[in-house]
């Protein structure tokens, strides 16, 4: 084991500058972290490299970052320092991969692949979707694995994850890879050392299967004496129940114990053959922890729940999430389109957005300020007030696109409504408590006069 820096030896090595783009207040408030193995040294964005190479393996996360691929579509994960999300954050998401058998046709194959590249959702004004492709070794012939490589990286950019127990298999498919950093899938105690051989040769990460966690940390230590030092684990077990416990134990015995044989990333293939439970397998698996869960098929039903689990976890609790506050278009509203009034939380107002659009009725919305917060937490915070909403209106000018003075604003804050018309004159109509009644409510209830 390395030695244990202490903050202030960390600290001395740091600029110095109390910038606080590390989102912590000062320098020696980081070094503390870092020592204490909540913050990566790779966090303050100003260390010098002669700090990287003096602190050495010892400032290094209790998780290895290892990353999948190469260029704009490069995966990363690991390098996590948190046990629980609130105590910082998590800081790389769950990759969702999808399988690719080379049994398939040609046809089939084309087929699947444009499937999956058509995979892509926006929430929250977000994009979602796949981030690897794992090809799987199904077919008899030897040369079919290499080919379905080759065509797989044709048509899509995507990182692979090689599933071959096989070397002979295996190297024809490394070798149509070239330098694309596939991940090897999967060293094991019969053929950890030929698979060690060709990681080390085609400097790919590995993944190790075991079949406990005793032999995993056994077989991580002789794979990083042959010199491999980007490793993931495949924590699949025989049930379910199997690969979540794996999972849980692995993570805190990397972070709470720092125990090094088991601190790397982590991948799991969901057992079940029902896909609603693989849903939820996959889902769960997100939820504790996983670095890569591989799906059987891309059907958008099946990925859609899962992708947005893996939103929500992999947001920053100390960020809010919100957008900015300022007057928003949707459709192409004129001068009797109705203006409503929300937050800026990002999940309300692209809530509100996507239900504007379902009526088809163009609108204007005005966004306020309130830090991030929804509706009843910000009026709860007097940062939703209707000194707030009206100087919201005026210096945005919504009012002034309109050739009406109507302002919707959300039905739980019905509150807000007469203090705002007897200050201004305004007409405020209260509109639904819920953002799923608006289309109903633009179609029968508003009126422009």
């Given at each position: 084991?390395?030695?244990?820096?202490?903050?202030?030896?960390?600290?001395?090595?740091?600029?110095?500058?109390?910038?606080?783009?590390?989102?912590?207040?000062?320098?020696?408030?980081?070094?503390?972290?870092?020592?204490?193995?909540?913050?990566?040294?790779?966090?303050?964005?100003?260390?010098?490299?002669?700090?990287?190479?003096a602190l050495g393996?010892?400032?290094?996360?209790?998780?290895?970052?290892?990353?999948?691929?190469?260029?704009?579509?490069?995966?990363?994960?690991?390098?996590?320092?948190?046990?629980?999300?609130?105590?910082?954050?998590?800081?790389?998401?769950?990759?969702?991969?999808?399988?690719?058998?080379?049994?398939?046709?040609?046809?089939?194959?084309?087929?699947?692949?444009?499937n999956i590249n058509?995979?892509?959702?926006?929430?929250?004004?977000?994009?979602?979707?796949?981030?690897?492709?794992?090809?799987?070794?199904?077919?008899?012939?030897?040369?079919?694995?290499?080919?379905?490589?080759?065509?797989?990286?044709?048509?899509?950019?995507?990182?692979?994850?090689?599933?071959?127990?096989?070397?002979?298999?295996?190297?024809?498919?490394?070798?149509?890879?070239?330098?694309?950093?596939?991940?090897?899938?999967?060293?094991?105690?019969?053929?950890?050392?030929?698979?060690?051989?060709?990681?080390?040769?085609?400097?790919?990460?590995?993944?190790?299967?075991?079949?406990?966690?005793?032999?995993?940390?056994?077989?991580?230590?002789?794979?990083?004496?042959?010199?491999?030092?980007?490793?993931?684990?495949?924590?699949?077990?025989?049930?379910?129940?199997?690969?979540?416990?794996?999972?849980?134990?692995?993570?805190?015995?990397?972070?709470?114990?720092?125990?090094?044989?088991?601190?790397?990333?982590?991948?799991?293939?969901?057992?079940?053959?029902?896909?609603?439970?693989?849903?939820?397998?996959?889902?769960?698996?997100?939820?504790?922890?996983?670095?890569?869960?591989?799906?059987?098929?891309?059907?958008?039903?099946?990925?859609?729940?899962?992708?947005?689990?893996?939103?929500?976890?992999?947001?920053?609790?100390?960020?809010?999430?919100?957008?900015?506050?300022?007057?928003?278009?949707?459709?192409?509203p004129g001068p009797?389109?109705?203006?409503?009034?929300?937050?800026?939380?990002?999940?309300?107002?692209?809530?509100?957005?996507?239900?504007?659009?379902?009526?088809?009725?163009?609108?204007?919305?005005?966004?306020?300020?309130?830090?991030?917060?929804?509706?009843?937490?910000?009026?709860?915070?007097?940062?939703?007030?209707?000194?707030?909403?009206?100087?919201?209106?005026?210096?945005?000018?919504?009012?002034?696109?309109?050739?009406?003075?109507?302002?919707?604003?959300?039905?739980?804050?019905?509150?807000?409504?007469?203090?705002?018309?007897?200050?201004?004159?305004?007409?405020?109509?209260?509109?639904?408590?819920?953002?799923?009644?608006?289309?109903?409510?633009?179609?029968?209830?508003?009126?422009?006069?």
């Amino acid at each position: 084991m390395p030695k244990k820096l202490t903050g202030i030896e960390i600290y001395k090595l740091l600029p110095k500058t109390n910038c606080g783009d590390c989102n912590l207040p000062t320098c020696m408030a980081f070094a503390m972290q870092v020592a204490a193995k909540k913050k990566a040294l790779e966090s303050c964005p100003h260390v010098s490299e002669e700090a990287k190479e003096a602190l050495g393996e010892a400032q290094a996360p209790p998780m290895r970052t290892v990353k999948i691929g190469s260029g704009k579509k490069e995966f990363t994960m690991g390098g996590e320092t948190v046990l629980f999300r609130h105590e910082e954050k998590f800081h790389h998401p769950t990759g969702v991969a999808i399988r690719v058998p080379d049994n398939m046709t040609k046809e089939e194959l084309q087929g699947h692949i444009h499937n999956i590249n058509q995979l892509h959702f926006v929430r929250a004004g977000e994009e979602l979707g796949i981030n690897l492709l794992a090809v799987e070794h199904r077919d008899g012939d030897k040369g079919k694995f290499a080919e379905t490589v080759k065509e797989v990286m044709a048509l899509s950019d995507l990182p692979l994850l090689l599933v071959c127990s096989e070397t002979s298999v295996l190297q024809p498919a490394l070798e149509a890879a070239g330098n694309s950093r596939p991940l090897i899938c999967s060293a094991t105690a019969d053929n950890w050392e030929e698979m060690a051989s060709l990681a080390t040769q085609y400097q790919a990460p590995l993944t190790v299967k075991c079949n406990t966690l005793e032999e995993c940390a056994d077989l991580t230590a002789k794979i990083k004496e042959k010199g491999v030092e980007d490793i993931c684990l495949d924590l699949t077990g025989d049930t379910f129940l199997q690969s979540f416990s794996n999972l849980i134990m692995t993570r805190r015995l990397s972070l709470e114990k720092s125990f090094r044989p088991l601190g790397y990333p982590t991948l799991v293939f969901p057992t079940s053959h029902q896909p609603f439970e693989r849903a939820a397998e996959a889902t769960a698996c997100i939820c504790k922890y996983c670095s890569i869960v591989v799906l059987e098929k891309g059907d958008s039903w099946e990925l859609l729940p899962v992708l947005t689990v893996r939103q929500n976890i992999y947001t920053d609790p100390q960020v809010p999430n919100a957008i900015e506050a300022r007057l928003y278009k949707i459709g192409e509203p004129g001068p009797e389109a109705p203006v409503l009034l929300t937050t800026n939380f990002a999940l309300t107002y692209f809530t509100v957005a996507g239900e504007v659009e379902s009526s088809k009725t163009s609108c204007f919305v005005s966004v306020v300020d309130t830090g991030g917060l929804g509706v009843l937490n910000a009026y709860a915070d007097d940062k939703l007030t209707p000194e707030v909403v009206i100087k919201t209106i005026q210096e945005q000018g919504a009012l002034e696109q309109v050739q009406h003075k109507k302002i919707i604003i959300p039905g739980l804050v019905a509150v807000l409504r007469m203090e705002i018309q007897e200050e201004t004159g305004w007409e405020v109509i209260i509109g639904p408590e819920e953002a799923a009644g608006l289309p109903t409510f633009l179609r029968n209830e508003w009126r422009a006069s």
